[in-house]
């Protein structure tokens, strides 16, 4: 992931933002990975991308050599996943970065993140990640495609984030395809239940159509990636995090393994938690029930071609038990690290194909960007395989609490 600070300029710098350094801009680092500009330094980039600067540069000379008319062979909308986006608060002159900004890491702002009651309304969804899915873009653009990054407050209900993308593809003048990652993906299905039509084709990276573990892990102060940058966190630990910020996240609820795939244990059930550290609120926690009801499936769009790429042998919680108080999880290698297989497949798609690729960077995998690229063009590929991997049993000495990644 790109290393972040938390200001960028918009167009200058406001008196009070005189303490915080302006990022690039993520059009300064295209231009730079291309040698079109030298506003991202050799020594920036290294820092910034490391091994993943040499194919980096490849797409962005690539890219620089594209037709010069972008967007001949169509328009794709990117979305991101989860936490996929920065959020903050767009000032006068300049853009006040909280998700994912060093400096309010370390001040522990990271709890004006929270919703619900005394949650701060002014921030919203600023742009991706810088670098996070630029691989993606890049290799899409130098397609002669034209990339449209629709991102979004990830920490939302995913019924309004989807009426956000609908109000969005309808005022295009003609089709889009659609290309999204994750909860992107939910998304995107949550616009197709409300009417969106104008689209070509629609294909989903990782998304976790029945849910995963990953939510229940971060309500409880376990995900490793909020453990990680709660270690950057001066005031907060990720029990309190999870405590105070993501326990108040409809989207996160949303996202809950489905009942179905885990009929030993009803996650919607607080009694069925652990009663001590951090606790799911109620309330939140019945929203899973009706997330099927928001989303649309591929029979409800049959003139729009849906595609499935999904991700494998990478050790992934299947299945969570109790004991000793806690969450204790199964692993196996039947997901992506974070999507069981399961939860991914759709009944319905037009085609499903896997990738051995871990879910964060799941759309920077080579494989799955040369297949992206393929089927948007020809609805097929033969760059990743179409038959499903066989079953892989439990990891050994892998079943227990804040196993894995």
Request: with cysteine.
């Amino acid at each position: 992931m790109a290393k972040k600070s938390t200001a960028r300029k918009s167009s200058r710098v406001g008196p009070d933002n005189k303490n915080k350094h302006p990022a690039p801009s993520e059009e300064d680092i295209v231009e730079s990975l291309a040698g079109t500009s030298d506003k991202v330094s050799d020594k920036e980039l290294e820092a910034l991308f490391g091994d993943d600067l040499h194919e980096l540069r490849r797409l962005a000379d690539k890219r620089r050599r594209a037709p010069k008319r972008r967007g001949a062979a169509g328009k794709v909308y990117l979305l991101h996943g989860i936490m996929g986006s920065e959020l903050g608060k767009r000032r006068l002159f300049w853009e006040d970065v909280i998700w994912l900004g060093l400096a309010d890491v370390l001040l522990g702002n990271l709890k004006m993140l929270r919703l619900g009651l005394g949650a701060d309304r002014n921030i919203k969804a600023l742009g991706f990640l810088p670098g996070v899915y630029l691989m993606m873009r890049l290799q899409l653009e130098g397609e002669g495609l034209a990339v449209v990054q629709h991102f979004f407050d990830w920490r939302q209900d995913l019924e309004a984030l989807g009426a956000e993308l609908k109000k969005r593809v309808d005022l295009e003048k003609n089709k889009v395809m659609i290309v999204a990652h994750s909860m992107g993906g939910l998304v995107t299905r949550a616009a197709f239940k409300q009417g969106m039509k104008n689209v070509s084709s629609f294909i989903m990276l990782a998304t976790p159509n029945h849910g995963s573990l990953a939510p229940v892990e971060a309500l409880r102060g376990q995900y490793g990636i909020a453990r990680l940058i709660a270690r950057g966190d001066l005031f907060n630990n990720a029990e309190e995090l999870a405590r105070d910020v993501f326990s108040t996240l409809p989207g996160l609820y949303q996202m809950i393994l489905a009942r179905k795939l885990h009929p030993d244990l009803d996650l919607l059930s607080p009694a069925n938690w652990p009663q001590t550290g951090p606790q799911p609120d109620p309330k939140l926690l019945s929203l899973p029930e009706h997330v099927e009801d928001l989303l649309a499936k591929p029979a409800d769009t049959p003139a729009i071609p849906w595609y499935l790429i999904a991700g494998v042998d990478q050790e992934t919680k299947v299945s969570a038990t109790v004991e000793r108080n806690e969450f204790v999880y199964t692993v196996t290698k039947d997901g992506d690290g974070t999507v069981p297989l399961e939860s991914a497949l759709l009944p319905g798609v037009q085609k499903t194909w896997f990738a051995s690729a871990g879910h964060g960077l799941f759309a920077n995998n080579r494989g799955v960007r040369d297949a992206t690229v393929d089927i948007l063009k020809t609805g097929a590929t033969s760059a990743l395989p179409a038959s499903r991997p066989p079953s892989r049993a439990p990891c050994s000495g892998c079943a227990r609490a804040n196993c894995g990644p």
